[in-house]
């Protein structure tokens, strides 16, 4: 996967807090790991296979280190994340060992099933150069209005400080969360028999020019 660029150029987001709200509030808050659509969760480069959705846990085992995924070929990660219904993402948590393999930066991309690698080299909704965070405190808040409705989130970790692989022991996602309505379709018949009169058929010509 060495074929996808790595020139970011600007735009990154540097700012991440230490929110001061109680744990179990914050825990409240947490809780968008209940709204993915687990099954279908990709994580591309993963070392073994189904260890990327283990990193999305509960509050309570966020500092837990039996659950992670570790990467494969290099130092990336790519997680395609389809939520259940309609998300507002306000903030991401993204936890690692305190060592190099941490994850160095985070780019963001939304609605874009299926995602790959080489759909990486596109610019992000937006982008955060990480600290590194063992104990999962520093939270690092999306431009909402970026991230109003997410039904599908792709988080691409680009590098990390200076390991072979990357570890994640935890992502946490932050937001509100709004059904997906079911809407039926009704098919209706207009005419019982149609009447090929009633029907004027256009002669278009084909256009020969495009507009690219």
Not at 134 to 140: F, R
Not at 144 to 150: E, H, K, L, P, Y
Not at 152 to 176: C, D, K, M, Q
């Amino acid at each position: 996967m060495s074929g996808h660029g790595h020139g970011h150029g600007g735009g990154h987001s540097h700012g991440c807090c230490e929110c001061d709200h109680e744990p179990a509030e914050r825990g409240v808050e947490y809780e968008l790991y209940k709204r993915i659509d687990i099954e279908k969760l990709q994580c591309l480069n993963e070392s073994r296979d189904g260890d990327g959705k283990l990193v999305f846990k509960p509050w309570d085992q966020r500092t837990d280190r039996m659950k992670f995924v570790e990467s494969d070929a290099d130092e990336e990660l790519l997680f395609n994340i389809p939520f259940t219904g309609s998300v507002k993402l306000k903030g991401i948590i993204i936890s690692g060992e305190d060592d190099e393999s941490h994850p160095a930066e985070m780019r963001l991309y939304k609605n874009i099933p299926q995602m790959s690698f080489d759909d990486t080299s596109r610019e992000p909704e937006q982008a955060f150069r990480l600290n590194r965070d063992p104990l999962a405190e520093l939270e690092y808040p999306t431009k909402i209005a970026r991230f109003s409705n997410v039904q599908h989130l792709s988080i691409h970790i680009s590098r990390n400080f200076g390991a072979e692989s990357t570890h994640v022991y935890y992502i946490g996602l932050r937001g509100e969360y709004t059904e997906a309505h079911r809407h039926e379709v009704t098919i209706c018949n207009y005419e019982a028999a149609a009447n090929p009169a009633d029907h004027k058929v256009e002669n278009i010509t084909p256009q020969t020019q495009f507009i690219s």
